[in-house]
């Protein structure tokens, strides 16, 4: 097995690219993927070889953002704020625009959803998304591009 140094480099910026595509926020991912790693480096010998590792430490980064959102209910629901920051590959450029797609995003199932904010906000390959999401990449990107077409009839409406 890889040491943990190497583990780190190789799948860091996997892991805030992640986190970045839920929080919308490079302060609160970052903080997220330091704890992320410490986790890991505390649950090593929990790990069984049974997924990637990538697949682990993005399961551990799920978790540790879950409990971040616990300690933190005050703060403005992630999901918004990251609709404010995204300049998602849409054909509408107005700051309305963006948003009223981000309010649509949100209103998609789950796993699409979650496709969704990974490829615009995490800006990730559809092959590391089926990873994170323990499916296949032909799976990502069919859902990826299902919730596009489904996102622009509802813009068209």
């Known amino acids: ?9 190789e799948h860091a910026q996997t892991v805030y690219r992640y986190l970045l595509s ?10 997220i993927t330091q704890e ?5 480096v505390k649950g090593i010998d ?3 070889g049974s997924c990637r590792i990538s697949t682990w430490l993005i399961a551990i980064a799920k978790n540790a953002l879950s409990a971040w959102r616990r300690k933190n209910p005050e703060t403005e629901p992630l999901e918004s704020a990251a609709a404010e920051a995204s300049s998602a590959e849409s054909a509408v450029s107005s700051k309305e625009g963006q948003i009223e797609i981000m309010k649509k995003i ?11 904010y990974m490829r615009l906000l995490g800006d990730l390959s559809f092959r590391k998304i089926g990873e994170i999401m323990q499916r296949t990449e032909s799976w990502a990107r069919v859902t990826y591009f299902r919730g596009r077409e489904k996102l622009k009839k509802e813009l068209e409406k």
Do not use: C, H, N, W
Request: charge should be negative; charged fraction near 40%.
């Open 1 to 9: 097995m890889q040491s943990m140094d190497e583990i780190y480099r």
């Open 22 to 31: 839920r929080t919308g926020d490079p302060d609160v991912s970052e903080e």
């Open 36 to 40: 992320t790693f410490y986790l890991a």
């Open 46 to 48: 929990r790990f069984d």
């Open 106 to 116: 949100r209103t998609l199932p789950e796993d699409t959803r979650e496709v969704m």
